[in-house]
């Protein structure tokens, strides 16, 4: 290189321009790569003819020095990659790279310019994605996608011929399932687990570009391609045919929600199309969903969790209130400014039971009912948490009232309408169980020995601590006659409490459900829960001397810490109803409140230096349990002092009770709408800060 200067980007003259790469040809792959930047205006488009790069930084530094209008610019090394992969023999080729068009160290430039991004992509001729250099295990995947996602019609497509196509399609899934027996021998891995998949930006370039003018680039050469709407046709098939082995969910699933919304937006007769084909995709544009599926993305600055997402608002219209990206403002109230806007767009309070998470209390400057959308929260199990609300729908704690809600003048303080009705003063032993959700795999995987010992040794574990601390919670349960609310049995009304009310009773044999439950209350709550489980599962192997508690206790004393743990669940009947209670109070916490009533609520997972993992409550003695309208589960409230610094308030709010937002909980006998009817507790302004 023939330059030393330091290449500085020539402001921009106009607020729509951009700037456009010209990159000069070279014949040869050795040749120093050449550049040129110069301004265009969005509203030259489509004259300003450019191609727009899809690619991920990847934790790169910007260290390899290019030739731009006679000055080094330094780029990344995946960046150069790409542009020497698409620099051409003879021609020039203009690009937009945003690492490049846009001057990163101007935040007053970089935060108009991210307002534009959508536009850019969607007015792009091309969108090139680039997933890095291809290998040998990539080729096979994409030539495998290829295969899938591609179909033959002989002369113009009709719709019986579509159906079809997706019938071979998924036929060629269904042979591949079939031949992928392990992990192991998974073949799409290498491309679906590539970093750009999980990239929170590169959801906005593809997703607003023309569907056929995107293409997965690796060279010139057709074998070198994947033409973009290939991919999603085969993706369509993987998902359909539940293949399971890459998370798919992780990986593409916003990619296709939000490009279901965006063709709704486009062409509006699709709506209905969409609408009868069977899938778990929202067809009506909604913040919190996108949001939600977007809170496993990553991305280098956690502001552009938001930022990356405001052309996609824009193309569907939806979060009109959402300020324009500002990097100046501060990470809380980026997000704050978010959930008002999504809030006010989707006239509901559904995001309120994603504002907890193991991590956001990190964030300390967070408003309590605004999630950390830095974090994966408890979605990123795949959905497996049973902290998630996802079974919401069966209740109406607020009967049918419509959600009620106003802000603060400044947008801070969040007002509800509900009622305060009770009071939480006792916490039993939190229940953490830490096996990843996919652990069947790894235990009955035969090619990894260590893998499989690893996840059999974290299963027994889990069982061991869901065996002490169901106990636990059985003793506590032991402090009743009678359910003081419902006038139940306390047996019948801790068993509730545990599955949230969820398959205790079955309306197809509801008797065998109640036996199961039944059963094991009885076990557990025994003088000698111990004894009385070993002998359920292992007695008849005593002989006579079944009904001998002192052998009995010995053989547990020389038994392996999880013969006890798996007995509980071979229990009959009792151990169905052990597993479902395990299932659905992971990673909760039991309590008891003034009135009486139990529940649960969520824990939270964390890890000390060098400590394993364990689970810390939540809630804790003095909380407030709220109905709140509009939301069909109940809300675990912390009253705050209003001189301790967690949340200012205004003079308009001043005399009125102030609360921070713990979590949703299921809390028996109030969870049908048994107090919302209550006339007696008028309903009153409840503010969250």
């Known amino acids: 290189m023939t330059s030393s200067s330091e290449y500085r980007h020539v402001p921009l003259a106009e607020p729509r321009n951009i700037r456009v790469l010209d990159v000069e040809p070279a014949s040869a792959t050795s040749t120093e790569l050449r550049c040129k930047l110069r301004q265009v205006s969005l509203e030259a488009v489509p004259l300003a003819k450019y191609s727009a790069l899809s690619y991920c930084w990847g934790g790169q530094i910007p260290d390899h020095p290019v030739l731009c209008d006679g000055a080094l610019l330094n780029i990344t090394k995946n960046c150069l990659d790409a542009i020497m992969k698409l620099r051409r023999p003879q ?320 947008g801070r303080q969040l007002l509800l309408r509900g009622k305060i009705i009770d009071e939480i003063i006792f916490c039993g032993q939190p229940l953490c169980c830490l096996a990843d959700s996919n652990i069947v795999a790894q235990l009955t995987n035969p090619r990894d020995s260590a893998s499989r010992n690893t996840a059999a040794e974290e299963y027994k574990d889990d069982l061991r601590e869901a065996y002490t601390t169901l106990k636990s919670w059985v003793q506590i349960c032991s402090w009743y006659d009678k359910y003081p609310t419902t006038g139940e049995t306390a047996a019948q009304a801790f068993c509730r409490t545990l599955t949230q009310d969820f398959g205790v009773e079955d309306n197809n044999n509801p008797e065998s459900k109640l036996e199961a439950s039944n059963a094991w209350f009885r076990t557990m709550s025994s003088s000698n829960p111990d004894v009385e489980v070993f002998r359920a599962v292992h007695g008849d192997r005593l002989g006579a001397r079944k009904n001998d508690d002192t052998l009995i206790e010995y053989v547990i004393r020389e038994s392996p810490p999880a013969m006890l743990p798996l007995a509980a669940i071979q229990m009959k009947p009792g151990g169905s109803f052990h597993s479902a209670a395990r299932t659905f109070s992971t990673r909760k916490g039991f309590f008891i409140t003034e009135a009486g009533r139990m529940g649960t609520a969520a824990a939270r997972v964390e890890a000390g230096q060098g400590e394993p993992r364990r689970a810390v409550n939540l809630v804790e003695a003095g909380d407030q349990i709220a109905v709140l309208a509009g939301l069909e589960m109940p809300l675990v409230l912390r009253p705050v002092n209003i001189g301790d610094g967690k949340g200012a308030i205004g003079d308009e709010q001043k005399g009125k009770r102030v609360y921070r937002l713990v979590t949703h909980a299921y809390v028996h006998g109030i969870m049908y709408g048994e107090v919302w009817e209550d006339k007696s507790r008028p309903l009153e302004e409840i503010i969250l800060v």
């Open 91 to 410: 021609d020039t080729i203009t690009l937009w790279i945003d690492s490049i068009c846009i001057d990163q160290k101007n935040m007053a430039e970089k935060s108009t310019q991210v307002a534009l991004m959508g536009e850019i992509y969607k007015h792009a001729d091309q969108v090139i994605v680039w997933l890095g250099e291809w290998d040998d295990t990539l080729r096979k995947a994409v030539e495998v996608v290829k295969d899938i996602g591609t179909v033959e019609y002989s002369g113009e497509p009709t719709p019986e011929q579509g159906l079809l196509g997706q019938r071979q399609m998924q036929d060629k899934v269904k042979a591949l399932k079939a031949a992928t027996r392990h992990p192991s021998d998974d073949v799409l891995g290498p491309l679906y687990h590539k970093a750009w998949f999980g990239r929170m930006w590169t959801v906005q370039e593809v997703e607003l570009a023309r569907g056929n003018n995107i293409l997965v680039y690796n060279g010139p050469d057709s074998s070198d391609q994947l033409p973009w709407n290939v991919l999603i046709l085969a993706t369509d098939a993987l998902l359909v045919c539940h293949y399971d082995w890459i998370d798919l969910s992780r990986t593409v699933k916003l990619h296709k929600q939000l490009l279901t919304m965006i063709i709704m937006e486009r062409w509006p007769v699709m709506k209905e199309v969409y609408k009868m084909k069977p899938g778990d995709l929202v067809h009506d544009p909604m913040v919190w969903t996108i949001m939600c599926d977007a809170r496993e993305k990553e991305a280098t600055n956690v502001k552009d969790k938001v930022f990356a997402l405001y052309g996609v608002f824009q193309e569907l219209k939806i979060a009109p209130a959402l300020p324009s990206p500002d990097y100046s403002k501060s990470i809380e109230d980026i997000y704050r400014e978010l959930t008002v806007a999504g809030i006010e767009s989707d006239k509901h309070l559904y995001v309120l039971y994603d504002a907890p998470s193991d991590h956001r209390h990190l964030r300390p400057g967070l408003a309590s009912w605004v999630p950390d959308w830095s974090d994966p929260g408890w979605r990123g199990r795949g959905n497996m948490d049973s902290r998630i609300a996802v079974s919401r729908d069966r209740f109406c704690a607020a009967g049918p009232a419509d959600p009620s809600w106003k802000f603060s003048a400044d």
